[in-house]
């Protein structure tokens, strides 16, 4: 904290470069932005006031037919259904995989408890609409002295990034900008109350008396549409003289490089030690680590208001602590969604309303005839009613009828290009089609999954780059939580055990053990962050019932009927995998009586198999001995084999002749019927008996 009453220079320093950066760009940048939510918003805005009102004076209507909303709403659906898991594996140091695991669930933790999911959404939105997004992640101290990870998404128009900068990453730019409006109570609650007097003193001396109104001739509203009574052109305070008005406080975060006190791992790692207790320092060096000087980039953070400095000095934090999202970005040039459908819109907008104003003409074309001609009203009377439903006209005796004025034609011109804006605006704007130009109702679930998997290939480089802000915010996360969540602590984490219930886990965090250990050390280890994205949960978890159905009943596979059930969308289904658990080890009678069933009859097919093996071997021998017997009967018996198709399954001949000098074996009265072998020890005439009574 930097004496608020003696470091006027630095403000005015910080408040120069903030207003060149305003006249390079920025002020072009915030008139743009404000039109293009009022594209979006619609409801009416986008309409220029101005022309507007010139279309009404002349009678003609002003139609909107909105596309900017169902495009964006569209690409933003893709971003709400894929969200991002985070995870950790290790990279050095004492980091394993039990480190990295819990390491991922604090990060995760963390982030859900900062609402990450539903904050990076309005970053998402910021960017399709106004071309620039932030989302800013610092430490937050006030629910706890341990300290938690906060996400705060910023204005776009209050935040002013290097006009120099040629990347998206904030470590490239020179510097970056946030203009904020704060109470005095929120001064002194951040910066103490000596700051507060000082900048409610030193206030007026940057408000421009005839700038009242707005800021530059742009609009900074935010629930209410209308501007505050006293408005300070972005300089100095705003809103009337009491506890709720507002005072400009620039933000800069300035990256310089200094020489720093860092350590050099034995990974080659080198870490900013700078500020930590000599103490640390000590066991640094007790452990061999080198600590030396080096010049590197640190980030400078400083807050300044009108002729008030109240903090000046090098950060905490590694980064600019801001992480931008570009939805399309061209060497430090952004576009946004809106941008490309502005003029489709406009076109739109306007062959509508001449459409309609051709139409009214129709139905009102007007009449033509002599005056004084009608006997049931007056020539001023029918010039005012002569539009009326249900006119009922009475001519004057010879007077000739009133005549209809044939209106004009509607120029066939004027209806195509309605059709063709209105079917070019999902071209342009790139946002998927599957959702408003196919007709769903004759697709299949998988062709459908297919389309929109096609269509969302049109928004790659924006979720590519939403890619980089999601690894952006990760990072830091990470770095975070390693450098100022060292503290002893019990954190509370929410995951879901093996049965799929969403379990309260507590785990004890940087505990130090009698031995000198440190359990569950956070700040130990080197990781490396692994992104992947899922789709939404219905889509997903159906997807993966599918799958299990299928690996089951096609495949084989033995899953557990838990598994499937927890795969399920039933409303009860971690109950009813639980009760499926609990039952898995009882025996169920007609379970057991199929498997027996089942062994049965494979000691069957065995014996059977063993039975007809034996048979074979048997007849083999046979016939071996009759070819011994009578040699020449092999070479007949391998030419009826051949001839009935037989194939041999070594060298030929099939049946080969009886080796020379083979003594011949005793002739025995036995079956010889080839087709029904006698078994061994089983002769013709076994079991028959050959006496009679």
């Known amino acids: 904290m930097t004496d608020t009453n003696r470091d006027a220079e630095t403000a005015r320093d910080i408040f120069e470069r903030f207003g060149e950066i305003y006249m390079r760009g920025h002020e072009d940048y915030m008139r743009d932005a404000r039109r293009q939510e009022d594209y979006y918003l619609a409801g009416g805005r986008q309409w220029r006031r101005e022309d507007r009102d010139q279309l009404e004076a002349d009678g003609r209507p002003c139609y909107e037919a909105d596309v900017v909303k169902p495009a964006v709403n569209a690409a933003a659906g893709y971003q709400i259904a894929n969200r991002v898991d985070i995870s950790f594996v290790p990279r050095g140091g004492p980091a394993d995989e039990k480190s990295a695991k819990l390491m991922s669930k604090v990060v995760r933790q963390q982030l859900d408890n900062a609402k990450w999911r539903f904050k990076e959404t309005d970053t998402f939105l910021d960017g399709l609409i106004q071309r620039r997004g932030f989302i800013d992640i610092r430490m937050d101290y006030s629910k706890s002295d341990l300290g938690d990870i906060a996400l705060r998404v910023p204005d776009p128009l209050d935040c002013l990034p290097d006009p120099d900068g040629k990347t998206t990453d904030p470590d490239d730019w020179a510097d970056f900008h946030e203009s904020r409006w704060l109470t005095a109570a929120q001064i002194e609650y951040s910066y103490g109350k000596d700051a507060a007097e000082a900048v409610k003193a030193h206030s007026h001396l940057y408000c421009d008396q005839e700038n009242f109104g707005d800021e530059q001739g742009i609009e900074r509203t935010g629930f209410d549409e209308t501007l505050p009574g006293f408005y300070a052109m972005s300089r100095g305070w705003m809103g009337r003289e009491g506890p709720w008005r507002r005072y400009r406080l620039i933000e800069r975060q300035v990256n310089e490089y200094v020489n720093t006190l860092v350590a050099r791992w034995p990974t080659g790692d080198i870490r900013v030690v700078e500020g930590l207790s000599r103490e640390h320092i000590g066991w640094l060096l007790d452990q061999g680590i080198p600590v030396f000087k080096r010049r590197m980039r640190r980030v400078r953070w400083q807050v300044a208001a009108p002729e008030v400095t109240v903090y000046n000095q090098l950060s905490p934090y590694d980064h600019i602590t801001a992480c931008p999202f570009f939805p399309y970005f061209r060497r430090g040039r952004s576009v946004g969604m809106v941008d490309n459908l502005i003029s489709v819109q406009d076109m739109l907008n306007k062959f509508l309303s001449q459409y309609g104003h051709v139409v009214n003409g129709s139905a009102n074309s007007g009449w033509q005839g002599e005056e004084n001609s009608l006997a049931n ?56 089609e599957s959702v408003s130009l196919r007709d769903q109702r004759d697709m299949s679930g998988v062709a459908l999954q297919s389309a929109q998997w096609a269509d969302q290939q049109k928004l790659a480089i924006v979720l590519d780059n939403l890619s980089r802000c999601r690894q952006m915010v990760a990072h830091r996360a990470l770095e975070y939580v390693q450098k100022f969540m060292g503290a002893e602590r019990v954190m509370r984490i929410t995951e879901e055990d093996a049965y799929g219930v969403t379990r309260h886990i507590p785990y004890v965090l940087n505990q130090r053990m009698p031995d000198g250990a440190v359990l569950n050390d956070l700040t130990a280890g080197q990781y490396d962050l692994v992104l992947s994205e899922q789709p939404g949960q219905v889509t997903f978890d159906n997807s993966q019932f599918e799958q299990l159905k299928a690996m089951r009943k096609d495949m084989g596979i033995q899953i557990s009927d838990a598994r499937v059930v927890r795969a399920s969308n039933l409303q009860d289904k971690s109950d009813i995998a639980d009760e499926l658990q609990k039952n898995s080890g009882k025996p169920n009678p007609l379970e057991e009586a199929e498997a027996l069933v089942k062994a049965a009859q494979a000691k069957k097919l065995e014996n059977e198999a063993v039975n007809k093996a034996v048979e074979a071997q048997f007849s083999a021998i046979k016939t071996a001995r009759e070819i011994v017997l009578t040699p020449a009967t092999a070479a007949l018996a391998d030419a009826l084999l051949l001839s009935a198709g037989y194939q041999d399954k070594d060298a030929a001949p099939i049946v080969p002749q009886a080796p020379e000098g083979l003594p011949a074996p005793p002739v025995q009265d036995e079956n010889t019927n080839p087709l029904t072998p006698t078994n061994p020890d089983v002769g013709l005439d076994a079991g028959l008996s050959s006496t009679s009574e």
């Open 377 to 432: 009203m007056t020539d001023e009377q029918f010039t005012a009613n002569g539009a009326s439903t249900g006119l009922v006209l009475l001519r004057k005796s010879g007077k000739p009828a009133m005549e209809k004025i044939e209106p004009n034609q509607i120029p066939t011109g004027l209806e195509k290009m309605i059709d063709f804006a209105h079917q070019h605006a999902q071209v342009v704007s790139g946002a998927p």
